[in-house]
């Protein structure tokens, strides 16, 4: 029977800041691909070494392989490849995810096709036909390509280069819940009991972010917001509980823009027995909306407040304040719920007087955890396309590393030390209210 690997090459790093989850965009293709009759398993890298997973791939001996890539992961997605391509040449190797939809040409030479944005239907679609019309990697020609949203090729004499879409409320309503059936989960709950005594996964709600901050990048979901139904999101949540988990971090890029959505959710997930935490934007909050959140279990919201300078936020785009940041953390506060932010330092044009607002502003304010970093210039955003002297070498392996990766203004070695020197106050004062 023929068969579909999805490989996820990422292995843990132990970064303080780890956030581990099982990768949804795999759970999902693989629903898809199970709808579809098709034969399909995800290879997890995240607890294994890179000689196990192999081991297990070549087992498998799998027609299609598929590896999602993003900007921490480009080493050992290669790296597959050339796995793949010497030891199982006749599958076809297939690269998506956010690096491959951003830059396909540099994935091309090493993979046959990729697939760029949103692929929940294409690429199952093509797996499909690919197995029915018994097409090969040299036998492409007897597919019609152009029938595949963002499939990109110049390999194998195919030359195809398909717009993106993004998919209606409509389509994505229709979408089977993500088969979560491969993952290590007894890992996943260890590594989350062991960092803060929660079972937690991941789940998403909405697609797409509206707004259009200069810093970030969406190269798959894009600035087109979609929410998904609702009865089905609560049977997910249902079949997360049978799994174990006990806290959900809601993936969404700001799960709290649409209202009257959080406040269907707020007064349906009473009874469930679990908690979440949710990345947020300061605007739109009232303390009624945050005493809601935390009557139905809302344990701790993430804020990307940014900068304590209203000039650096506007060379942000972030349309939004600091007054209107500090009025969030507060209404948070005042309902019970923890307040986690991120912030910015060294802001290309942001001034010395600045980045001092944004330690005072981070010292300041009733947080429960904080963190810097400077700007990275995420492939796809408007800063990456402004900044000069980007350092492709260093291949944007570091978590969290505050190094910059291309020429800025600013002087490194200060913001570490002023970096450190924030967050060392920060937690005495933590430590000293404890």
Same mark, same amino acid.
């Given at each position: 029977m023929p068969r579909?690997?999805?490989?996820?090459?990422?292995?843990?790093?132990?970064?303080p800041t780890e956030m581990l989850f099982p990768p949804l965009g795999a759970a999902a293709l693989l629903a898809q691909l199970k709808q579809r009759q098709i034969e399909a398993r995800i290879f997890d890298c995240t607890f294994q070494t890179f000689s196990r997973i192999a081991k297990g791939l070549l087992a498998y001996q799998p027609d299609i392989v598929?590896? &999602?890539?993003?900007?921490?992961?480009?080493? #050992?997605?290669?790296?597959?490849?050339? %796995?793949?391509?010497?030891?199982? !040449? *006749?599958?076809?190797?297939?690269?998506?995810?956010?690096?491959?939809?951003?830059?396909?040409?540099?994935?091309i030479s090493a993979f046959d096709l990729v697939f760029r944005g949103e692929a929940d239907i294409s690429f199952?679609?093509?797996? &499909?036909?690919?197995?029915?019309?018994?097409? #090969?990697?040299?036998?492409?020609?007897? %597919?019609?390509?152009?029938?595949? !949203? *963002?499939?990109?090729?110049?390999?194998?004499d195919v030359v195809v280069d398909n717009p993106l879409i993004h998919y209606s409320q409509q389509e994505i309503g229709k979408f089977p819940i993500p088969d979560r059936s491969n993952f290590e989960h007894?890992?996943?709950?260890?590594?989350?009991?062991?960092?803060?005594?929660?079972?937690?996964?991941?789940?998403?709600?909405?697609?797409?972010?509206?707004y259009n901050c200069d810093f970030c990048s969406r190269p798959v979901f894009g600035s087109m917001y979609?929410?998904?139904?609702?009865?089905?999101?609560?049977?997910?949540?249902?079949?997360?509980?049978?799994?174990?988990?006990?806290?959900?971090?809601?993936?969404?890029?700001?799960?709290?823009i649409d209202l009257d959505l959080l406040r269907q959710f707020c007064q349906h997930i009473h009874g469930f027995g679990v908690t979440w935490t949710?990345?947020?934007?300061?605007?739109?909050?009232?303390?009624?909306?945050?005493?809601l959140m935390r009557a139905a279990g809302c344990q701790r919201v993430y804020l990307g407040l940014e900068s304590g300078s209203n000039a650096t936020l506007r060379l942000m785009n972030k349309k939004a304040t600091v007054e209107e940041g500090m009025q969030a953390v507060e209404y948070f506060r005042q309902a019970g719920i923890e307040v986690a932010a991120f912030f910015l330092v060294g802001y290309p044009n942001e001034t010395l007087a600045d980045i001092e607002k944004t330690?005072?502003?981070?010292?300041?304010?009733?947080?429960?955890?904080?963190?810097?970093?400077?700007?990275?210039?995420?492939?796809?955003?408007a800063l990456f396309d402004r900044v000069s002297?980007?350092?492709?070498?260093?291949?944007?392996?570091?978590?969290?590393?505050?190094?910059?990766?291309?020429?800025?203004?600013?002087?490194?070695?200060?913001?570490?030390?002023?970096?450190?020197?924030?967050?060392?106050?920060?937690?005495?004062?933590?430590?000293?209210?404890?």
């Open positions: 579909v690997a999805l490989v996820f090459p990422y292995f843990r790093t132990r970064a598929g590896l &999602s890539s993003m900007i921490l992961l480009n080493q #050992s997605t290669f790296r597959f490849a050339e %796995l793949v391509r010497e030891r199982l !040449p *006749g599958a076809l190797l297939v690269a998506g995810g956010p690096m491959p939809t951003l830059y396909p040409e540099r994935y199952p679609d093509f797996c &499909s036909d690919y197995f029915g019309y018994m097409a #090969s990697r040299k036998a492409l020609h007897k %597919l019609d390509l152009r029938e595949y !949203p *963002g499939l990109f090729s110049h390999n194998l007894a890992a996943y709950q260890k590594a989350w009991m062991e960092k803060n005594g929660t079972r937690t996964t991941s789940i998403m709600i909405t697609l797409g972010c509206p979609r929410k998904r139904n609702l009865f089905v999101v609560f049977e997910e949540i249902r079949q997360v509980k049978a799994l174990g988990y006990d806290q959900l971090w809601i993936a969404d890029d700001n799960f709290t949710c990345l947020s934007r300061v605007s739109g909050i009232t303390l009624d909306i945050a005493r330690f005072s502003l981070a010292l300041s304010l009733p947080l429960n955890d904080i963190s810097f970093n400077v700007p990275f210039p995420l492939p796809g955003s002297g980007i350092d492709p070498s260093r291949d944007w392996t570091h978590e969290n590393d505050v190094s910059f990766v291309y020429a800025s203004e600013f002087d490194q070695q200060w913001l570490r030390r002023r970096i450190h020197q924030t967050m060392r106050a920060f937690k005495l004062r933590k430590n000293s209210t404890a």
